[in-house]
């Protein structure tokens, strides 16, 4: 397997919480990990397997972080790159816009050209809507710390099986 870029921001808790429990997953001569908040676009597309953390902030937004990154994506040339994304979200106190931060990312990145893989099931969350939802599924890996916490271990560590089984069929 090409080696992962793990990019998330250092300065998060929750976000890091969940990087570290998928950096346990992976053999450390598989994923590098980067700080969100100080990547460069070089670092980015030095990677063909990509996962980033996506928080939604707000009402449904991207973080400041990688607000501030898009103009630079929306430059790059993404074709033959596999991107997972998780986030996470507060299915309870924001139902409109669950896990959005995902979805916008997917979106963003999808224009340029990359391959989203790691879509998991709706099964099991209540909410009114998320950009992150296509059918019955999440573009990604959506978390809710305030209202399934007890769940995140077996939601990560099944998205990290899959995972490994994406991004090795890639290499193909």
């Given at each position: 397997m090409k080696k992962i870029g793990l990019i998330y921001s250092f300065n998060t808790?929750?976000?890091s919480q969940v990087a570290k429990k998928i950096l346990e997953y992976f053999d450390a001569k598989e994923i590098e990990e980067i700080?969100?908040?100080e990547i460069s676009e070089e670092k980015f597309k030095s990677f063909d397997n990509?996962?980033?953390g996506c928080p939604t902030w707000f009402d449904g937004e991207l973080p400041n972080y990688w607000d501030e990154f898009v103009p630079a994506i929306e430059e790059m040339d993404l074709k033959g790159k596999h991107i997972a994304i998780f986030g996470n979200g507060d299915q309870v106190g924001y139902p409109e816009n669950f896990c959005d931060a995902v979805g916008l990312m997917a979106q963003i990145l999808e224009k340029q050209g990359?391959?989203?893989v790691g879509f998991t099931s709706t099964s099991g969350y209540t909410f009114e809507s998320s950009l992150a939802r296509r059918n019955n599924e999440f573009c990604?890996?959506?978390l809710d710390f305030?209202?399934?916490a007890k769940l995140n271990k077996?939601?990560?560590t099944a998205w990290c099986d899959k995972l490994k089984t994406e991004f090795?069929?890639?290499k193909n």
């Open positions: 808790n929750k976000t700080n969100a908040e990509l996962i980033l990359a391959a989203i990604g890996l959506a305030e209202n399934q077996k939601r990560i090795n069929q890639a």
